[in-house]
C-alpha cells in the first residue's frame, strides 16, 4: 500500500496492511534536529520568521525528506504568504488579527479587530486565495500521490476569537448571540470557499482544526457548543464528503462532554486524543472506534522531550495494541512535534510505528 491508501483506509474504518504514521504539526527545531540525521547544511535553530529565503527552501525540502525517510504516510500543509510582519516581533494576518511571535511554537493571538456588531458592519473580510495553497502544492508535486495530502482550517470557534477575544466571544454569547452567530458565518463562508479551492488543488483529508477544550473540561458549555460552533463546523463536513474528500477534527483537551456530539457530525478522524486531559486511548477505542478513526495519543507533553527511545517504543507498541484492532487507528503524537521534543525520540516514534504496526497476515 502507499501511504495514501494506509490513511485512506486507516479513515474508513478498515485495516490497511500497517498502522499509519502520521504528523498532525510540527515546528522549526525538531524539523532541524530530525533531519540532522539525515542531511547536513541545515541552518541553526530558529524560527521561520528569522530565516531568510534559502534557508526556509531547505528547511522545507527537510521536512519533506523527514516524511519520506521516515516512511511517514501523511502530510499536513497550511496557508502561507498570508501574514504581514509588523516588527521583530509581532504579525498580522489577512484577518487583521495581530500575533506575538513566541520561541515555543506558533504565534499567540494578542490583537482582535472585531470586539462589537458595529466592528463587524465595518468590516470587510478577505477572500480564499489559489496562492496560499503553495505548501500544499509543493509537497503534491514532490509526493505523487504516494501520501496523502492534509490541509489545515480553522474552524468557527478559533477563528472567531481570534477575531473577537476569548472572554469577549465567551460574554457576547450571552449579551448579544446574533454577533457570534455572524462571526461564525463569515468564517464558515470563507471556509466554505477555500474548500472549493482545496477540492480542485487535489487535497485529500480536510482537518477542521478548532480547539475545544483543556485538560478538565470544554472550553464552553455543550449547548453553546451544539449552538455556536457545531452546526458551522458540519457545513465543512458536509461539503467535503460531497467532494470526497475525509475530514479529521482536531482539538486538544478533554473532549468527552461534546464526544457524541462530534460522533454525530459526521467525522472520520479525531485527533490528537491527549493522554493528560483524560483521553485514555484504550476507552475511547471502546467507546467510539468503530464510528470514527482515531489519531494520535503518543504523549508530546513529558514522553517525547523528557523520556527515553525505549520508553517511546514501549508506548507506540501499547497505543497499537489499544487501538489498531480491527483498522482506525493512525498513529501520531498527542498534539505537535513542538521545540521541547527530543529528536531521537520522534525518531524512535516513527521506527518503532514500523516495527510493531504490521497487522497480522498482512501481505499486501
Known sequence: MTGKERILTALAL????????????????????????????????????????????????????????????G???????????????????????????????????????????????????????????????????????????????????????????????????????????????????????MLDLLTDAGVDVLIVEDDIADKQFPLIAPDQFRTFVEPYNRELVDRAHAAGLKVVRHSDGNLWPLLDSLLEAGYDGLNPLEPQAGMDLKKVKAHCGDRICLIGNIDCIELLPAGTPVQVEAAVRQAIEDAARGGGYILSDSNSLHPGVRPENCIAMFEAARKYGRYPGAGR
Open 75 to 193: 502530510f499536513t500543509a497550511f496557508e502561507i504568504g498570508h501574514e504581514t510582519v509588523l516588527d521583530g516581533r509581532r504579525v498580522r494576518d489577512d484577518w487583521g488579527v495581530l500575533y506575538e511571535r513566541s520561541p515555543y511554537g506558533l504565534p499567540v493571538a494578542s490583537g482582535h479587530p472585531l470586539k462589537t456588531p458595529d466592528d463587524l458592519s465595518r468590516y470587510r473580510p478577505p477572500r480564499p486565495r489559489r496562492e496560499h495553497l503553495l505548501m500544499h502544492d509543493l509537497a503534491r508535486e514532490r509526493f505523487k500521490g504516494q501520501k496523502a495530502l492534509f490541509w489545515m482550517m480553522r474552524g468557527a470557534f478559533v477563528r472567531s476569537w481570534r477575531l473577537a477575544g476569548m472572554e469577549n466571544l465567551m460574554i457576547q454569547m450571552f449579551d448579544c448571540p446574533s454577533f457570534v452567530h455572524a462571526l461564525a458565518r463569515m468564517v464558515t463562508d470563507f471556509n466554505l470557499e
Open 14 to 73: 478498515k485495516e490497511p496492511d500497517r498502522v499509519p504514521l502520521y504528523i498532525h504539526a510540527i515546528n522549526e527545531a525538531p524539523i532541524i534536529g530530525i533531519g540532522r540525521h539525515l542531511r547536513e547544511g541545515l541552518p541553526e535553530v530558529k524560527t521561520l520568521y528569522e530565516m531568510d529565503a534559502s534557508e526556509t527552501v531547505t528547511l522545507l525540502d527537510t521536512l519533506f525528506l523527514i516524511h519520506e525517510a521516515f516512511e511517514i504516510d
